[in-house]
Structure formats: structure tokens, C-alpha cells
């Protein structure tokens, strides 16, 4: 049986890895491109406040927050989503692809539990994310915002999620130097090498 250290030590290991391929994942996505628990109410750019209060859920079921670490809210991963989603260019697809991804969850929540998502409680919703990954189209969307939380754990806070460099610390992770300024993150970097 695994004890508590070995086992924090494990989910280290594991977020650090993880990171590092989503990491990896996405450097061709860049060069081909070159809160409250509940969240509701809450809207952004690219969410309204029902997709924006879902994504949170399946965020916090994917990555939660416990005893040994932060989770998925504490490193805002749902509005880092939505800055990459604000990327004009990003491919259209991958934008769709992950809104579309949140009606596919609701229908679940119908179909599965009959349900409406939003009347779901946290084990409801544990219950109708181990359900949904089951799916192709569930691994593979759940897969895909895993990625963007690893990024989001792993961004500087001018991207509006590590707020304080809460993942940084957690992992024990020195962000590199100099880190960037406002003028100088990747949407204004490269807007002037596509100039």
C-alpha cells in the first residue's frame, strides 16, 4: 500500500511529465499558429456563464483540488482556456471542436443520468465524466482539456491563469528568465513577426 508521501510524490511525477507532453504537444499547434467553486454566473470571451460553470466541473473532476495540492480552479484553467480560444490563429476546428465538446457533455448528462448537467452534484457528474471517457469523442475531448489545464498550471500569470505562480510552487518549478512582459506575451510577439 502506498502511503501519503510516496503517493504526493507520484502525482508530482506524474503532473511533471504530463506537463512537459502537453507541453510538447502543442508546439505544433504554435508554430502551425504561430473564482468561486461553482463558478456560476461567471462568463468570458468565449463561454457563456452555463458552458463557463460545466468546464469548471469537468475541469475540477479532471484535476481536482485535495489534501496534497491545488487543482484545476486554483490555476484558472477554464480562463486560460479562454485566452487560447481567443488566439485568432488557432484553427477554427480546434475552437469548435472544444465548444462543441461542452453541448456533447450536456446531451450526456440527458441521455446517461436524464439530468439536466447543472442539477448534477459532484458525484453525479465523477459518475458522468467515467462514463463519457469511455466514449471516442470523450476520451479524446477530455484529453484535449487536460492539455490546456497542464498549460494553464504551467503559464505565466499575464495569461490570466497561475495566479501567483500557485502551480510553480507547487511543482517547485523555476520559471525561466526573463519572463515576459505585457507587451511582450506571445499574442504581441506574434503579431510583430507576422508583420
Known sequence: MINQIEWLQSRR???KKMSFLAG???????MDSCT???AEGKRTANF??????ILSKVHNILFPRDQFGPGAIDF?????????????????SNKDYLLNG????????DEELSKSF???SDSEIEKLINKVVKQNWGESWLSKNLTYIFEAQFSDE?????????????????PGYPRPSADMIYDEVFETISK
Open 158 to 174: 499575464l495569461y490570466g491563469s497561475n495566479i501567483g505562480g500557485k502551480g510553480w510552487k507547487w511543482l517547485n518549478h523555476y
Open 13 to 15: 511525477d506524474f503532473v
Open 118 to 120: 447543472s442539477n448534477l
Open 76 to 92: 484558472r484553467t477554464v480562463e486560460y482556456l479562454d485566452w487560447a480560444l481567443s488566439d485568432e490563429n488557432l484553427d477554427k
Open 24 to 30: 510538447a504537444s502543442s508546439l505544433p499547434w504554435f
Open 48 to 53: 457563456d456563464s452555463s458552458q463557463f460553470y
Open 102 to 109: 461542452i453541448k456533447w457533455i450536456k446531451e450526456a448528462s
Open 36 to 38: 468561486s467553486e461553482t
